[in-house]
Nanobody
């Protein structure tokens, strides 16, 4: 069983920056793809970014590409999401996720095997 612990988030004005982090428990967590999803009120959950186990490949929702950066630490058990040039439409609960299948599950199927508890990101206009 993998547990994901998120931190970060909060309230920021449009154009500002926030950083999220997520640490996965378990020695094998570094073997799997990780990513971030978000869900805004009244909307379906959508994937935001994903990174493979090697950290060599990253994928982004088109609307955040160039503004958000996903990365993971050397040990591979912590994933980060640096969010710059935030917009009010980025307001959502952000969830960390881990997929044993790989980034394709996150990016294409928008599914994951384990989820964090979620952290609120609010961008004011």
């Amino acid at each position: 069983q993998v547990q994901l612990a998120e931190s970060g988030g909060g309230l920021v004005q449009a154009g500002g920056s926030l950083s999220l982090s997520c640490t996965a428990s378990g020695r094998t967590s570094s073997m799997y793809a990780m990513g971030w999803f978000r869900q805004a009120p009244g909307k379906e959950r959508e994937y935001v970014a994903a990174i493979d186990a090697s950290a060599n490949n990253a994928y982004y929702l088109p609307s955040v590409r160039g503004r958000f950066t996903i990365s993971r630490n050397h040990a591979g058990n912590t994933v980060y999401l640096q969010m710059n040039s935030l917009k009010p439409e980025d307001t959502a609960v952000y969830y960390c996720a881990l997929s044993k299948v790989g980034t394709k599950a996150i990016v294409v199927s928008e599914t994951a095997d384990f989820w964090g508890q979620g952290t609120q990101v609010t961008v004011s206009s």
